[in-house]
């Protein structure tokens, strides 16, 4: 089984986050980098990928829950995702969250 904390790096940024700086790490690691906005309450339930994830807050929290562990990132923290691991994000800030998230080679 997954261990959530394992995979969770607090403060792996700096803050303010500078999302080109997040990109030009995750590429030199093999990752793609998106940004995504949610509102508050916003819920991403059940996704499942067949590539490995990483995920980092910019502004705002988000809970983040896999194979039935959460964890609540805040800006600068980055997580990595397991392929194949089923998983959330749930937007539980009481304004919006901007994250971005990255899929290694391959992915959907």
Excluded at 63 to 86: C, H, K, Y
Aim: charge should be negative; aromatic fraction near 10%.
């Amino acid at each position: 089984m997954t261990v959530l904390s394992d995979h969770l790096r607090p403060g792996r940024f700096s803050t303010p986050v500078v999302p080109a700086q997040v990109a030009a790490d995750w590429s030199a690691r093999g990752f793609g980098c998106n940004p995504f906005t949610d509102p508050p309450g916003q819920q991403w339930l059940g996704f499942v990928h067949d590539t490995n994830e990483l995920v980092t807050v910019v502004q705002g929290k988000i809970a983040v829950t896999v194979s039935g562990q959460t964890v609540v990132l805040q800006p600068g923290d980055e997580i990595f995702i397991p392929r194949n691991a089923e998983h959330d994000v749930i937007n539980c800030h009481d304004d919006v969250s901007v994250w971005l998230f990255g899929y290694d080679a391959g992915g959907t």
